[in-house]
């Protein structure tokens, strides 16, 4: 199967930056979209963005539309997530997931996703 790894979170101050990493591995030929998601504490996972794998088609939820942008580099087999402007509420454990099937119409649920990462912390102080 497939095994994804975050990286490159971390502290910054409000209004900064940090582009977090997703390695993957394992079955890469059976993946068909990747995406991120973050957690708070007490709230829901929520979806964050997501990029088809073949097509590099990419969708990201309104909440951050014009601060985060999810890229891929196929030959590294990484996919990021650059986070400008960062906001307080911004602060959370940033996970990455992936899928060998998925729809526009369930990208943003984060049970239609079948192998996550283990997340990694972003937290933006004010």
């Known amino acids: 199967q497939v095994q994804l790894v975050e990286s490159g979170g971390g502290l910054v101050q409000a209004g900064g930056s940090l582009r977090l990493s997703c390695a993957v591995s394992g079955r890469t030929f059976s993946t068909l979209a990747m995406g991120w998601f973050r957690q708070a504490p007490g709230k829901e996972r929520q979806f964050i963005a997501a990029?088809?794998?073949?097509?590099?088609?990419?969708y990201d939820a309104d909440s951050v539309k014009g601060r985060f942008t999810i890229s891929r580099d196929n030959a590294k087999n990484t996919v990021y997530l650059q986070m400008n402007n960062l906001k307080p509420e911004d602060t959370a454990v940033y996970y990455c997931a992936a899928d060998r099937k998925l729809t526009i119409a369930t990208m943003t649920l984060y049970t239609s996703w079948g192998s996550w990462g283990q997340g990694t912390q972003v937290t933006v102080s004010s």
């Open positions: 990029i088809f794998w073949s097509g590099g088609d990419t």
